[in-house]
């Protein structure tokens, strides 16, 4: 059976109890990354979008390192979610039940910052199954000058493989941080694809992911989870991803 989304046409009325997730990934409470959100928090609200919008940052949970990375591959879990460890389980339940996700980390050595980078360590077994296919995403990455392009491009090919689409992109570099206008833009076109999100289609790297992981996950042991998953969620039956998308619209 497929996994259900709330993606459909809608009106306005219908998505007034939508919801945005933030994961922030500074602990500084008066970083730049951190005031972006915010703004764009307040700009949904300015445009009287009745979204709930959360923002967590790595204050409001925890998450372990993983002791047992293989697991998840293996069983669909490691052992701090099967034992639920850490609140691993309900980010994901978060994400799952947003209608549009931000994640959005500062620049550090031209890559994100370690608590985002255990996000992507910890979730990263999902990447093969496109576990959270066809909902929106929008980035944001801030720096002090340089790095912000590998950083963002990270941040991309790791919403790729979890099957999310990127749909706008936000970058603020100290001597050209971004404009309340570009944010009000990127925030109007990012509430679009919650309204329409038969606009929303996976892209290049995407479909050659899908094609990659569907030759060789369809060599694996019949019990292992990925094989598991592909098989139950119909994307084995699938010839591209444009196709599987297509089957939530």
């Given amino acids: 059976m497929f996994r259900q989304f709330l993606f459909k046409n809608m009106n306005y009325e219908e998505i007034i109890m939508k919801k945005i997730l933030a994961i922030i990934g500074s602990r500084d409470k008066n970083s730049e990354t951190l005031s972006i959100v915010n703004r764009i928090k307040e ?23 993983s002791d047992s990375p293989r697991l998840a591959f293996i069983k669909g879990a490691d052992t701090n979610e099967q034992d639920e460890r850490d609140d691993s389980k309900k980010i994901k339940a978060k994400i799952e039940n947003a ?8 620049t550090y050595f031209a890559n994100v910052s370690a608590d985002i980078k255990l996000f992507i360590d910890r979730f990263c077994h999902l990447a093969h199954l496109f576990y959270f296919a066809k909902k929106p ?12 392009v590998q950083t963002s491009n990270y941040l991309k090919s790791f919403c790729d493989g979890l099957g999310m689409v990127r749909v706008q992109e936000i970058i603020s570099i100290r001597s050209n941080p971004i404009s309340e206008n570009e944010i009000e833009a990127s925030v109007r076109e990012g509430l679009k694809y919650i309204s329409n999100p038969q606009k929303i ?8 992911s899908f094609q990659h992981w569907k030759k060789s996950i369809s060599k694996q042991n019949e019990t292992l989870s990925e094989y598991r998953y592909w098989e139950n969620s119909g994307l084995f039956s699938c010839n591209s991803l444009e196709e599987y998308f297509d089957r939530y619209r």
């Fill in 43 to 65: 700009t949904v609200q300015d445009l009287n979008a009745s979204f709930e919008f959360e923002i967590i940052t790595p204050y409001d949970y925890n998450l372990n390192f």
């Fill in 137 to 148: 995403c929008i980035t944001v990455v801030t720096s002090d000058g340089n790095g912000h």
């Fill in 201 to 208: 289609s996976p892209n290049l790297s995407m479909e050659m």
């Fill in 99 to 106: 209608s549009l996700v931000i994640l959005a980390s500062p």
